[in-house]
């Protein structure tokens, strides 16, 4: 796809888990320590600063949002009278946690480093996390290579994962508990280092791959069926969204080190427009 995208917000130090919800995109900017409403013109508002990097957006069935307070491994519930702690995962992983699926029932699945990346620390393999609406936490799946973006099918049956160190996207069967079974390989592509995805409405993911400049959309088997280059830049998340849910948000920045970025604050949303519109969760 020799698609072009438009800068829909500049100004931002890493943008990261972007969600389509009530007609605005939420995005958390990770090292600026804050989470983002932007609209499809472009008015943007920040809506929570905190004490933490943060990634992983969701809402309850309630509508309570809840973000993921990375280092301090909490989730972090959102209202209009400020932030408190919905739930304390720090005992069950001692690694920073990242991106996040809330499912109709209220449980988020949360995945997370595995290991001290800023710290420069070996990869080790790490857990998936779920945690009930309820405050009840367990592990649903182990052995998994830098858990990172998620997705969940529209019938509620599947969840997908990418795997960033394990250069595939991985799927398993939801259970009526919500435990996962019949893990199977999704998609796995020489080089792929998947980072945020999202679904559309045939089944196939979007997903940033930073390292090689660009988005892609990939099939259930692993074929590619497109591609969004993004010179001179990495993208680490996207999201279908719009209204007609056919605008990628795309997450861009020049690196993902606290390092590289501190100089200045070049990470973007960025929008490009699609065929196919978003389907399932987030």
Same mark, same amino acid.
């Given at each position: $796809?020799?698609?072009?995208?438009?800068?829909?917000?500049?100004?931002?130090? %890493?943008?990261?888990?972007?969600?389509?919800?009530?007609?605005?995109?939420?995005?958390?900017? $990770?090292?600026?320590?804050?989470?983002?409403?932007?609209?499809?013109?472009?008015?943007?508002? +920040?809506?929570? @600063?905190?004490?933490?990097?943060?990634?992983?957006?969701?809402?309850?069935?309630?509508?309570?949002?809840?973000?993921?307070? $990375?280092? +301090?491994?909490? *989730?972090?519930?959102?209202? #209009?009278?400020?932030?408190?702690?919905?739930?304390?995962?720090?005992? !069950?992983?001692? /690694? &920073?946690?990242?991106?996040?699926?809330?499912?109709?029932?209220?449980?988020?699945?949360?995945?997370?480093?595995? !290991?001290? *990346? %800023?710290?420069? @620390?070996? &990869?080790? #393999?790490?857990?998936?996390? =779920?945690?009930?609406?309820?405050?009840?936490?367990?592990?649903?799946?182990?052995?998994?290579? %830098?858990? /990172?973006? $998620?997705?969940?099918? &529209?019938?509620?049956?599947?969840?997908?994962?990418?795997?960033?160190?394990?250069?595939?996207?991985?799927? %398993?069967?939801?259970? #009526?508990?919500?435990?996962?079974?019949?893990?199977?390989?999704?998609?796995?592509?020489?080089?792929?280092?998947?980072?945020? =995805?999202?679904?559309?409405?045939?089944?196939?993911?979007?997903?940033?791959?930073?390292?090689?400049? +660009?988005?892609?959309?990939?099939?259930?088997?692993?074929?590619?069926?497109?591609?969004?280059? *993004?010179?001179?830049?990495?993208? !680490?998340? =996207?999201?279908?969204?719009?209204?007609?849910?056919?605008?990628?948000?795309? =997450?861009?920045?020049?690196?993902?080190?606290?390092?590289?970025?501190?100089?200045?604050?070049?990470? +973007?949303?960025?929008?490009?427009?699609?065929?196919?519109?978003?389907?399932?969760?987030?």
């Amino acid at each position: $796809m020799a698609a072009q995208t438009r800068v829909l917000l500049d100004g931002l130090w %890493f943008p990261e888990g972007p969600r389509w919800h009530d007609g605005a995109l939420y995005f958390s900017d $990770m090292h600026g320590h804050a989470v983002w409403r932007v609209t499809p013109n472009g008015k943007a508002n +920040k809506i929570s @600063e905190l004490d933490d990097e943060v990634s992983g957006l969701g809402w309850l069935p309630n509508g309570t949002m809840l973000v993921v307070s $990375m280092a +301090k491994r909490h *989730l972090l519930r959102l209202t #209009p009278e400020g932030s408190g702690i919905a739930v304390d995962l720090s005992s !069950y992983v001692p /690694n &920073p946690i990242n991106d996040m699926v809330i499912d109709s029932h209220g449980r988020a699945y949360v995945g997370g480093f595995g !290991y001290d *990346l %800023f710290a420069g @620390e070996e &990869p080790r #393999p790490t857990v998936l996390l =779920c945690a009930e609406a309820d405050g009840r936490v367990r592990a649903v799946a182990e052995d998994l290579h %830098f858990p /990172n973006g $998620m997705v969940i099918t &529209p019938d509620g049956n599947t969840l997908i994962v990418a795997e960033t160190l394990g250069a595939r996207m991985t799927a %398993f069967q939801i259970q #009526p508990d919500g435990g996962l079974t019949k893990r199977r390989v999704f998609a796995a592509i020489d080089g792929l280092i998947p980072d945020g =995805c999202c679904l559309d409405a045939e089944g196939a993911l979007w997903v940033a791959w930073p390292g090689s400049n +660009k988005v892609v959309r990939i099939l259930d088997g692993g074929k590619i069926t497109d591609t969004i280059e *993004l010179p001179g830049r990495h993208a !680490y998340a =996207c999201m279908l969204g719009g209204p007609d849910r056919r605008d990628l948000h795309i =997450c861009t920045a020049l690196g993902h080190m606290p390092e590289q970025i501190r100089a200045k604050p070049e990470g +973007k949303i960025e929008v490009s427009r699609v065929d196919v519109p978003g389907a399932g969760l987030p």
